[in-house]
């Protein structure tokens, strides 16, 4: 760029200095020869005019006995040579044939091929002075015509011109001098104007392209107050400008990206040729498989609907779509910035929904499907009753009272049941919190249940370290815990059976494990078993008397107290699970201390 310039400056300087000498020069050479034939014209006509009445008289008037007119004339006018600047040699005067034109004598030879018949000539050979002469011939003449003796001469003075010749060849010279001296100034000149022009230029270029490149932190000096130094301070405004601009532009990209990135939702985009142009994690995720450039909108989703329908689709379309057991809710809407634009995809996982949505209606099914049950048995021994009063013998009587007592036991425990899950739910039950011994419970619970293995025949071993540490937790419930599992595995082992209670210390929490040689729990059931009313096999658990709702009950409690309630992978028959507390106790604001 900066040679580029500076050549162009050196050009138009060269071009400014050539037309302007060829134009003085033109001028001057004009004007000098011009004058020169003014100064020509002005001499003969003085020669010839009033102020010479006597020479032009002279040259009219024959003497006696005259011969020679022509000759007479000549030496008249060599007489008046100098008046007529005939010198001889650049000039010279001829004197010709009034009739004819034919050269009769003159101050010089006459030139070779005799005197030339010029314009001015042809006018004086009619009678008129012919005072004419071109500027641009190279030659100045005059021809006056006269008459002496009766016979008609024309005094012709012919000039070559060379003086005027002479000095245009100095002049020119002298411009050529001028020329050259000018040109080394404009060369020199432009050198200077390309130092405080395009020097500055060439720094706000280098600025323009580090900007381009993305680096804004270069300030550019203002040298100059000049239009080049305006220009410089708008380029670091603007250089301020957009940096803070890009910035503001970077972060909100950076901001769209961790949202991107972390959003729970799927996000696939796709550009007007279908292409994939973006796609977070949770889409991969949510989709089960990893995303390409080359993957088309035809192959992810055509099936759900054509891209120009997706496209045309303003408020966008839904639809939906399970994946590796995940159920999807998708919208597919359409997205336009200027010319570019697409589709974008959303995924919305609803799985947990969905299953929250069946839970309970599972849940309202089983707690009438539960409470149905000892109703209609109710009912129908306490209409037996009513029908037969006196009728019925006492022990009936006595069996049927005892039923209709042990179904209102039953839906009594089973909306207790409730009403704890309830207060649990709504986060209305507080936790007593008090240290206590973790051996003593397990101690105590093993004491509690023996009676009742022994009636089943079981054999309970207990296996416990000597010093387990006091925990801080609600005794009353974390027994509540404990019962519950050890009489689930009296309750689901055959008579005879092997249970083992164990409890110990890893790192700040305590555990307490049982495990029983029992019926144990199907594969596939096994993770449900915390579910409300889930029970593997309902009719024995209804007989053995339980809820279903034990397990849910004991969950609860021990998320309270952040431990943990979980089964445990064994290859014998039977089950094994395990309660873990930490010694400290929830952490939770929530809990109540005594
Ligand atoms: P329930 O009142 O029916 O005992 P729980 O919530 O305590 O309810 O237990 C849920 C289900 O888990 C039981 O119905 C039973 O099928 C299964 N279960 C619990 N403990 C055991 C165990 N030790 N062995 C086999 N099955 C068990």
Redesign the pocket.
């Known amino acids: 760029m900066r040679r580029s310039l500076h050549i162009k400056l050196v050009l138009i300087m060269v071009l400014l200095i050539v037309s302007l000498m060829v134009v003085v020069g033109a001028f001057l050479m004009n004007s000098v020869t011009g004058y020169y034939i003014d100064e020509f014209y002005q001499q003969i006509a003085g020669a010839f005019g009033q102020d010479n009445v006597d020479f032009v008289r002279d040259l009219q008037t024959a003497t006696e006995g005259e011969e020679d007119g022509a000759a007479m004339v000549g030496e008249l006018l060599s007489a008046y040579a100098g008046v007529l600047g005939v010198d001889g040699h650049d000039r010279n005067y001829y004197v010709l044939d009034g009739a004819t034109g034919r050269c009769l004598a003159g101050s010089a030879a006459e030139p070779d091929g005799g005197v030339a018949i010029t314009p001015n000539i042809s006018t004086a050979l009619l009678g008129e002075p012919g005072f004419d002469s071109s500027v641009t011939a190279d030659y100045m003449d005059a021809a006056i015509p006269i008459t002496r003796g009766g016979q008609p001469y024309i005094v012709y003075i012919l000039d070559d011109r060379e003086t005027a010749r002479s000095l245009n060849g100095e002049m020119f010279n002298l411009i050529m001098e001028a020329l050259v001296l000018g040109l080394i100034i404009s060369v020199l000149l432009s050198f200077l104007l390309s130092k405080t022009m395009v020097t500055p230029l060439q720094r706000l270029t280098d600025g323009i392209e580090e900007v381009a490149r993305g680096d804004f932190s270069r300030k550019l000096e203002v040298t100059s107050g000049d239009e080049i130094g305006q220009l410089t301070e708008s380029f670091n405004a603007m250089a301020r400008q957009l940096q803070t601009t890009v910035a503001a532009v970077e972060n909100e990209r950076n901001k769209l990206d961790t949202l991107f990135l972390h959003m729970a939702d799927g996000v696939v985009a796709f550009d007007r040729k279908e292409r994939v142009i973006h796609a977070n994690p949770a889409a991969g995720r949510l989709l089960g498989r990893s995303f390409t450039q080359q993957d088309r909108y035809g192959d992810l989703f055509g099936d759900l609907f054509p891209f120009e329908q997706a496209e045309a689709a303003p408020g966008g379309l839904a639809g939906s779509r399970t994946v590796d057991g995940r159920y999807l809710e998708l919208l597919l809407a359409p997205y336009a910035r200027a010319n570019q634009g697409g589709v974008l995809v959303l995924i919305h996982d609803v799985t947990e929904q969905r299953k929250a949505e069946q839970m309970r209606k599972d849940f309202v099914a089983n707690v009438s499907h539960e409470l149905r049950t000892p109703l209609t048995n109710i009912k129908s021994y306490a209409e037996t009753l009513s029908d037969g009063v006196g009728e019925l013998p006492p022990e009936m009587e006595q069996r049927f009272l005892g039923v209709i007592l042990n179904e209102s036991d039953r839906m009594t425990h089973i909306l207790q049941d409730l009403l704890t899950l309830s207060r649990f739910d709504s986060g209305r039950s507080e936790l007593r919190l008090t240290w206590f011994p973790f051996a003593q419970a397990v101690d105590d619970t093993y004491q509690a249940v023996l009676m009742d293995a022994q009636n089943h025949s079981h054999t309970v071993e207990l296996a416990m370290p000597d010093h387990l540490p006091k925990v801080r937790a609600d005794r009353e419930r974390v027994m509540q815990v404990m019962m519950?599992i050890v009489s689930?595995?009296i309750?689901?082992?055959p008579d005879g059976g092997h249970i083992v209670i164990s409890a110990g210390l890893a790192k700040d929490r305590v555990w307490m494990e049982v495990d029983?040689n029992?019926?144990?729990?199907p594969e596939g059931d096994r993770e449900r078993?915390f579910e409300r009313f889930?029970?593997?096999?309902k009719a024995r658990?209804r007989q053995s008397g339980?809820?279903?709702?034990?397990?849910?009950i004991a969950q609860e409690i021990m998320l309270r107290h952040e431990g943990s309630l979980y089964l445990v992978d064994k290859d014998d028959p039977g089950?094994t699970?395990c309660m873990e507390l930490p010694i400290q106790g929830p952490r939770r604001e929530d809990a109540h201390e005594d």
């Open positions: 519950n689930n595995a309750k689901y082992t029983d029992g019926i144990g729990i078993i889930y029970r593997v096999d658990s339980g809820t279903g709702l034990g397990l849910s089950l699970i």
